[in-house]
């Protein structure tokens, strides 16, 4: 009997940055400036252990500082930039200045029309939407 191999196991495993609770930057111009992690989608976790999201994980924020329309709004990001360090299939490791999101709807579509700063190499080969509108990819 073969055993499959699900796509996370093909994928490097990636540290994660960023637990419930932390208060993240925005890095594109939806209006938002500051927001906070409520939850991470489609983390599947040990009993009791904190979530936490990494680069290319879609979360579930509240909207702590910006525009007053998006203020204590729930919203959904995509990690961009994370400050913890974590390694590259190709033995290489990475890590950013800041920890960043973009704001988006629940398909992945970015509600900003400009993304400031670099967008990591992983989150664009997962959200296409988000690397066309990426200046920077490293």
């Given at each position: 009997m073969k055993k499959r191999r699900s796509l996370r196991l093909v994928t490097r495993r990636i540290t994660r940055a960023l637990?419930?609770?932390?208060?993240?930057?925005v890095a594109d111009n939806s209006g938002a400036r500051m927001i906070q992690v409520i939850s991470v989608k489609g983390h599947n976790t040990r009993l009791r252990r904190q979530p936490a999201a990494r680069v290319g994980d879609m979360i579930v924020c509240s909207v702590k500082?910006?525009?007053?329309?998006?203020?204590?709004?729930?919203?959904?990001?995509v990690v961009?930039?994370?400050?913890k360090p974590y390694k590259r299939s190709d033995g290489s490791w990475v890590y950013f200045e800041d920890n960043a999101v973009?704001?988006?709807?629940?398909q992945g579509e970015p509600r900003g029309s400009e993304i400031r700063?670099?967008?990591?190499?992983?989150?664009?080969?997962a959200w296409p939407r988000i690397a066309s509108t990426a200046r920077v990819i490293s």
């Open positions: 637990p419930t609770g932390a208060i993240v930057r500082k910006g525009t007053p329309k998006l203020r204590r709004q729930i919203v959904h990001a961009i930039r994370q400050k973009v704001v988006t709807n629940e700063g670099a967008v990591s190499k992983e989150a664009a080969d």
